[in-house]
T-cell receptor, first 111, second 113 residues
């Protein structure tokens, strides 16, 4: 799986958009970008994934650059409950492929 | 979405004893499940892949005789930490794949005294 690079920590004001970047310059053509988050002492929670088009769901938006070497996860209106470690993972879609975690970004939403 | 459960959520045991952790996929079947370990302030580290009907595959550096994995059915995988020691104290998390995603259990916090 391709390696990802994320900033170790970020702050965001409550109610504002949180933009979390991820670099994955060695991504392969068949690899998707996945985002998960882990709230303290819980299992990781799926947020969103995409291949090359921008994606949006009820939790977040995923913006992938045209060359697919980087992406941004956007939480449009961050709340205190969004404080968590966010992981960007690149892997082949489907099957029984494992998921390997990097260090992630610790997002702190402040009142 | 799909649900993965773990039992127990928390366990405290004495050094030298064995501890079993269960991972269940509640509303879907999984021929493969994954076990992770997470130490404080660190990321999740993949320990092993649990395969229904066959032996588990372990990541480099993970002792297969210490961390016994049994994938008894299409909805249950168990991780047994044998002869646990304080350095085995950690947060253990399982996951199961469905539809291109991984669904994670809530984790089991093991404390070995």
């Amino acid at each position: 799986d391709a390696k990802t690079t994320q900033p170790p920590s970020m702050d965001c004001a409550e109610g504002r958009a949180a933009n979390l970047p991820c670099n994955h310059s060695t991504i392969s053509g068949n690899e998707y970008v996945y985002w998960y988050r882990q709230i303290h002492s819980q299992g990781p929670q799926y947020i969103i994934h995409g291949l090359k088009n921008n994606e949006t769901n009820e939790m977040a938006s995923l913006i992938i650059t045209e060359d697919r070497k980087s992406s941004t996860l956007i939480l449009p209106h961050a709340t205190l409950r969004d404080t968590a470690v966010y992981y960007c993972i690149v892997r082949v879609y489907g099957g029984n492929n494992d998921m390997r975690f990097g260090a992630g970004t610790r997002l702190t939403v402040k009142p | 979405g799909a649900v993965v459960s773990q039992h127990p959520s928390r366990v405290i045991c004495k050094s030298g004893t064995s501890v079993k952790i269960e991972c269940r996929s509640l509303d879907f079947q999984a021929t493969t499940m994954f076990w992770y370990r997470q130490f404080p302030k660190q990321s999740l580290m993949l320990m092993a892949t649990s395969n229904e009907g066959s032996k588990a595959t372990y990541e480099q550096g993970v002792e297969k005789d210490k961390f016994l994995i049994n994938h008894a059915s299409l909805t249950l995988s168990t991780l047994t930490v044998t002869s646990a020691h304080p350095e085995d104290s950690s947060f253990y998390i399982c996951s199961a794949p469905l539809g291109g995603r991984q669904f994670f259990g809530p984790g089991t916090r093991l404390t070995v005294l």
